[in-house]
């Protein structure tokens, strides 16, 4: 059985001394990662030029009413931060953001939060 077992390991050690000196061995081991690389450099590129085009999206609105939070929205990147709620309203009816989130100051009992988007200058809630 020991010697069975010792000719399987010379043999399978042999066969893949053989197949990994192959010339088909090495040429697909650097080949894929080669390929890999260019697919990725082509998506890179194509995203780039699409968003190239793109306008950059506005800042989402958001106004803290609650003071028992432990953040401050000045910090959050992407948000732009409101003392009133009527703030945030004025500048949604402007277009200098698409929406506005009003955190109340019961947040943290009632869980909601009030969601003001517009839609051709007009303010919508939900």
Do not use: C
């Not at 697909?28 to 990725?40: C, E, G, K």
């Not at 009632?110 to 939900?126: M, P, S, Y």
């Amino acid at each position: 059985m020991r010697e069975t077992l010792h000719e399987t390991r010379l043999i399978f050690a042999e066969e893949l001394r053989r197949f990994t000196r192959g010339k088909g061995y090495i040429i697909l081991t650097l080949a894929v990662p080669t390929i890999l690389l260019v697919v990725m450099g082509v998506i890179f590129l194509v995203r780039t030029v699409s968003a190239g085009g793109k306008q950059e999206q506005p800042p989402i609105g958001i106004v803290v009413l609650s003071n028992d939070l432990s953040f401050a929205p000045d910090e959050l990147q992407g948000f732009l931060a409101f003392d009133g709620r009527q703030e945030g309203i004025d500048a949604l009816a402007k277009g200098s953001v698409n929406e506005v989130f009003v955190i109340p100051e019961d947040y943290l009992t009632t869980g909601r939060v009030e969601w003001l988007h517009g839609t051709d200058g007009r303010v919508q809630r939900r």
